[in-house]
C-alpha cells in the first residue's frame, strides 16, 4: 500500500495535529464589539485510498483535512487554502458549515501546504490559519492470480521499525496477522478468487509502539488466466489471435512469452532483455570464462504473483535440457516485475558451449 497512511499513537506522529493554532483571546478582526477569532483545530488525515488494482484506473490520492468548529455563533462557513508552495494557495475553497474537506486528484509525489479560513454572517473573514504540509499517500494491490501483492511507502519517521499486514474476508475483521518487518509490499498467497478480501497495514516503532490501522483495501485475486485474458484483451487481441500460444504477428514470439516478459503484445516484438538494465525482452544467455570457475547465467524479468511457472533450463546438444535449480539472486523492479539471474558453474574444458532456454507455463 507512501507509508501505510495512519493515524499515530505515539510520537512521531505519522499525522500532523496542532493542538492549538491561535489564542482564543486575541482577536483578529472587530466590529461592533464582536470579535471573530482565528481558532480552529486542525488534524490532517492523509488517507492513501487504493489504487484498487494496477490494472485499472482508480488510482486516486484523497487526503482529509479536518478541523473543530469555532465557537462563535454567527459562523458562515470556512474556507480551505491549497498549493503546492508554502503560503502561496493556488486552491481556495469554500466549503460551507462542513468541518472537513476531502481533496482530489493530488500527486503522491508532491508535498503540498493547506490552511483554513473562517468567515461569519457578515462576510467577515478571519486571518489564514497555520499551515500544515503533507504528501498524498496511496496503497496498491496487484490482484494477479491467487497471489495479490500489497504495497506502500515508508513512513517518514527515523525509528519505524516495521509494518504489519491485516487480512480478512469480513470488513474491519483480520484473523491473518502478519509481521513483514521493514519491507514494503507483501504478496498474499493462497487466496481464493472467488472471495472478496479486506486488508490494511499498520506501522509499529522501535519502542513497539504501534500506529493505528490504515483505510481499507478491498480486493478479490484473479486466476492466472483471467489476468491473461484481460491483458491481450487491453492489447488488442480477440479470438485465436488472442490465445497463449497465438503469434498474431508471426515474430516467434507466443502471447503468452510477451505477457511474461513485458513485450508489447499489439506488434512484432523480438527484443531481447538488456542485462542488468533492461525491463523489457526475451531472457539474455551469457558465459563468463573469467570467473573461477566459469559460469552460465541467465537473466530474465518476471511478472510479480502472476501465476505463471518459469522455467530456465540448460542444453549442451539442444535436445537434452536440464533445469537450472541454482539459487537466483532476485531484485525487484517495481510493483509488478522482479529480475532473476541464475549462475550455473561450468567446467569450461568439458563444457565449452551451452545452450538456454525459459519455458513460461501459464496454468
Known sequence: MPSPVLRSKFPPFLFSTIHRLFDSGNPELSAAGWSLR????????????PFAFATSAMAQSSPILTWNS???????????????ASGNYSVVQDVGM??????SGLSSSTVYYCAVQAYNTAGMTSGISSELSFTPQSTTVVPWSSSPILSWSSNPESDIAGYI??????????????????????????????????CAVQAYNVAGLMSDISSEISFSPQSAVAVFNTWASSS????????????????????????AFNMNAGAADTRILKAGVGTVGLPVFSMNQSKSPPSFTVEFIKRKGSGLVYSPKSSTDLKVFQSMNETPTVTSIDATWERVKIERPINSVTTPKLFGI??????
Open 38 to 49: 482565528r481558532w480552529c483545530l486542525i488534524a490532517l488525515v492523509v488517507l492513501g485510498l
Open 70 to 84: 469555532n465557537p462563535e455563533s454567527d459562523i458562515a462557513g470556512y474556507i480551505v487554502h491549497l498549493g503546492t
Open 98 to 103: 462542513l468541518t472537513s474537506y476531502t481533496f
Open 165 to 198: 499486514v491485516h487480512l480478512g474476508t469480513v470488513r474491519g475483521n483480520y484473523p491473518v496477522v502478519q509481521d513483514v518487518g521493514k519491507v514494503m509490499s507483501y504478496v498474499f498467497s493462497g487466496l481464493s478468487s472467488s472471495t472478496v478480501y479486506y
Open 236 to 259: 488488442g487481441l480477440s479470438g485465436a489471435t488472442a490465445a497463449p500460444s497465438a503469434m498474431p504477428f508471426q515474430d516467434g514470439v507466443k502471447n503468452v512469452l510477451k505477457y
Open 358 to 363: 525459459v519455458e513460461v507455463t501459464l496454468p
